[in-house]
């Protein structure tokens, strides 16, 4: 199995229940080895009293594509903290776009950037994630687990 068959399969499983993500509309646009991309729209029942999206549902969307992300190796991972910047608002209407990408990968625990803009290419938010790795234990049973090397 190729190491982005692998991150199909996971981000297949995930999904399955991914309640929350559902529930708010986010779609996974794209997944590969430690990277996935998901979008939400936003909508009149996530705008706050400023009539703005509620930093939240930002925060929301941008860890739901660190979660696809850091679990695409298929071994169960889980957040263990992030930062995030909010740079501009959001309105309602807004296609928002979550990039997560890998900086670091070693041992247990993982390190990922999620870049949120929105359908103008605006920067939205900035977000730093840490992931923690249960170890020996598969998001999706019968697959291999860890990083696959492509075949030749």
């Known amino acids: 199995m190729s190491p982005q068959d692998l991150a199909e399969a996971t981000r297949d ?4 229940d991914d309640r929350a993500s559902r529930a708010l509309g986010i779609r996974v646009l794209a ?18 009293g ?9 925060a929301t ?10 679990n695409a190796y298929n071994e169960f991972t ?9 740079i501009a608002s959001a309105r309602g209407g807004d296609l928002l ?5 890998e900086l670091s990968r070693a041992g247990r625990t993982g390190v990922y950037d999620v870049e949120v803009r929105n359908q ?22 019968g697959l291999p687990m860890g990083r696959q090397q492509e075949p030749r």
């Open 50 to 58: 400023h009539d703005i999206c509620h930093g939240g549902l930002v």
């Open 97 to 101: 776009t979550a990039q997560a990408s």
């Open 120 to 141: 103008r290419g605006e920067r939205i938010a900035a977000f730093r994630g840490r992931s923690y790795t249960v170890r020996g234990r598969p998001l999706v049973e």
């Open 61 to 70: 969307l941008a860890d739901s594509a660190f979660a696809y992300a850091c």
């Open 31 to 48: 997944i590969g080895p430690g990277s996935a991309t998901v979008s939400m729209t936003v909508r009149e029942d996530m705008l706050n």
């Open 13 to 16: 499983a995930m999904w399955t």
């Open 78 to 86: 889980v957040a263990s903290g992030f930062d995030m910047n909010l």
